[in-house]
């Protein structure tokens, strides 16, 4: 009995003195409870990192953070340094070690023009991630706020309304392929043709969201109080929404890359070095005997990358909400 009540007693995060400390004989203090402190971060972060999964997810996905971005800072990379030497090209790992020794950069092999093909796809890997990152980035800000204007404002949701029925019935495909096709295709006329429209699919998923608890008691009483429509939509409304939101995000980050790997593979991608370039130049290689590498290696990084990015966010997500926290 004794151990149970210094157990519960330590629980609740309070001192000695706070717990039984004199107070004055006052209506007011009789009114307080003493409880746990809670902090809504501290427990998001408690139930994620209590999932050992998650550890490895979170260690892998900062592995491949490190290697798009740290490995490239400290090694030179010149796709076209041996494509004079017809002895360097389209070798497996293997070969690779015997004509150049051991090293890092030829554990995937070389490709057509004599380049490392691990260099090149952590080179790549930049890029492709960079894009999903910057593209994300905006989609999400300008979904989740005009999603959430939307969704409260009935006024704003008619006009909203008629604009998505003509944009949903775009296919974002055919549209993605026409803007890279007119405009130059670089890294910021992917960003530019990524995030003209697809915001709008954003918006509309919170707008579905908000008008589902836009009515609810407590938000009725913040009008009925004078609260504008941005306040309540800021401080009663997208917090709640926090764990649909990272969801959200943990679904649009990978789906970026994917984009970046299709618009490549059918021949309208950047001319730099990304791992949808890395595939659509290794595409033929993927039927020549001794030359797969060139083709898998790219492919394995990229769903890993994929797979790690979405899982690690859907699982942030479950521990964002706050049923999870009990």
Known sequence: MKKNTEYNLSATGLSNEELFSMVDHNELESEKITAPR???????????????????????LGFVILMAYVYPAIFDFDQYANVLDPTTKHLTPTAAFERFGFSIHWLFGAGKSGEPTFDAIWFGSRVSISLALVCAGI?????VIVGAIWGFSKKVDAVMNEVMNIV??????????????????????????????????IAYAIRTQ???????????????????????????????????????LASEIPSYINAEIFISIIGLGIKDITLGRLLYEAENAMMVKGWGWEF???????????????????????????????
């Open 139 to 143: 989609n999400m800000s300008v979904g």
């Open 168 to 201: 949903g019935n775009i296919p974002g495909t055919l549209f993605l392929a026409v803007m890279v096709m007119i405009l130059k295709a670089n890294f910021w006329t992917l960003v530019f043709a990524l995030t003209i429209t697809n915001w709008i699919f």
């Open 38 to 60: 809670y902090s809504y971060w501290r427990s998001v972060f408690r139930v994620f990192f209590n999932n050992r999964l998650n550890v490895f997810i979170l260690s892998l």
């Open 296 to 326: 898998w290696s790219p492919v394995f990084v990229a769903a890993i990358i994929s797979v790690v990015l979405y899982v690690a966010g859907q699982n942030l997500g479950d521990a964002s909400d706050p049923r999870t926290h009990m």
């Open 210 to 248: 908000v008008v589902i608890i836009r009515d609810r008691e407590y938000n009725l009483a913040s009008r009925c109080l004078g609260t504008s429509t941005f306040k309540i939509t800021m401080k009663n409304i997208l917090p709640f929404m926090t764990s649909y939101i990272v969801t959200l």
